[in-house]
């Protein structure tokens, strides 16, 4: 599961919002397909009839924000579909609306959420103003999972060594089968997002560099280390490689590789950054993500048995190696003009998923110039005093942290 989370600053009118949702699912037909198993394939099927209670809920509250961990632990079984829940959190005070999009993280990833949540604004801002916004419906089969390795040219350059994923970090087994899916949620102000991009520009290093740095300092910190290499999966797009992409790509086609950062406890953060630097530098030039994506190729065609055996793999090196690899993904920006419903937002942000190994993932996400960093994980598998710790080390650590603490929350 993945998540975006849209506050407003007024009122979304339910039926407009439910016209303009059918439109965007059969606009974006994977999100109104469930799965099907046979013969150890994994199969797309469009369901013939979806109702508007298979994929809209509302509910109402004087304080939406008290009711979003309602609303995003709700599940989605992609055996049944659809793969979408657009969850309505009305405000009673006839104020501010939260509108959170739930999505199965197999029919998108990011960049797909956010282009179905563009798409889904622009039909009703179309239903609200009487301006229809026309889009051709789509075809499933053009939202299989491209062949990439065909299309590279450059395929000499990847690197096939492999990497060493051990980790001496101990993980918690019941990561895999916790009680409570959470969110911890940091919102750093434009001020304070101003500050960021003027200290790492006068760094030289990008807005990632700089906050794997700040992670894998965090997390070197919890250790008694004077030396460690912090181990992260960091995902990358790999719509890149392709050769022709369409404007709108609602459908999951990432995959993640790892940084390890070496970290000394008594360096700066411009230290730590500019090593970051050097080394996503070097990754970059053998083009990461590619063996991954060829090795997702390989499991679409082995079909979803193999999938879940190596989804299994991992959660069991987890467990007995005691590995720990946190994910890290930079979901960029999300543009104010592509969350437009004809009312002001005021906040957007992504939520990943927990449901890698080990349990525990970060997302960076900016709304305009207004930043959120986000993390899941299950209690009890993790202490949310544990991630409160983290959280505040993390934001002490990032630039501006004197003249502008960010904001933090748990969900």
């Not at 339910?14 to 046979?38: F, H, T």
């Not at 906050?211 to 965090?218: C, D, K, R």
């Not at 999966?233 to 070496?262: C, G, H, K, M, W």
């Not at 525990?360 to 209690?379: E, H, K, P, Q």
Request: hydrophobic content about 40%; overall charge negative; glycine content about 6%.
């Amino acid at each position: 599961m993945i998540h975006l989370v849209v506050m407003l600053e007024g009122q979304i009118h339910p039926e407009s919002l439910i016209r303009a949702a059918n439109l965007a699912i059969k606009a974006e037909p994977v999100v109104g397909c469930r799965l099907v198993q046979e013969d150890d394939k994994l199969f797309w099927e469009k369901i013939p009839q979806i109702r508007n209670e298979d994929f809209f809920f509302q509910i109402e509250d004087s304080n939406p924000v008290s009711r979003l961990q309602k609303v995003l632990s709700y599940k989605i079984d992609p055996y049944q579909g659809p793969m979408i829940r657009i969850n309505l959190i009305k405000n009673t005070e006839n104020t501010g609306d939260i509108l959170v999009i739930n999505a199965n993280h197999a029919s998108m990833d990011g960049k797909g959420m956010k282009d179905f949540a563009s798409l889904l604004f622009s039909f009703y801002r179309g239903e609200r103003t009487g301006c229809a916004f026309h889009t051709e419906p789509g075809s499933v089969s053009q939202r299989i999972l491209p062949d990439l390795s065909s299309r590279i040219s450059n395929r000499e350059n990847t690197n096939s060594d492999g990497v060493d994923w051990s980790d001496k970090f101990s993980v918690p087994a019941h990561s895999m089968h916790c009680e409570k899916q959470v969110f911890s949620v940091l919102c750093l102000s434009r001020e304070r997002v101003k500050i960021i991009h003027e200290v790492r520009k006068k760094w030289n290093v990008t807005l990632n560099d700089l906050m794997l740095a700040a992670v894998g300092a965090v997390c070197s910190g919890l250790t008694q280390w004077r030396l460690r290499d912090i181990h992260l999966l960091t995902t990358i797009d790999l719509r890149r490689y392709l050769n022709q992409v369409p404007q709108r790509t609602v459908f999951n086609y990432s995959t993640a590789f790892e940084v390890a950062i070496p970290v000394f406890h008594d360096e700066s953060l411009m230290e730590t950054s500019l090593r970051a630097h050097e080394i996503m530098d070097q990754i970059k030039k053998n083009n990461p993500g590619i063996e991954g994506a060829i090795e997702a190729e390989d499991l679409y065609n082995a079909g979803c048995v193999k999938a879940r055996y190596e989804m299994q793999k991992q959660w069991d090196e987890v467990r007995i190696k005691g590995k720990r690899s946190p994910l890290f993904t930079n979901t960029g920006i999300i543009h104010p003009g592509d969350l437009d419903p004809g009312i002001p937002v005021s906040r957007a942000f992504l939520l990943p998923t927990h449901n890698l190994p080990p349990g525990f993932s970060f997302a960076i996400s900016s709304f305009g110039d207004v930043m959120t960093l986000s993390s899941s994980y299950g209690l009890p598998a993790f202490d949310s005093d544990m991630v409160r710790e983290l959280y505040t080390s993390l934001d002490k650590i990032i630039p501006g942290y004197d003249s502008d603490p960010g904001a933090y929350m748990t969900m």
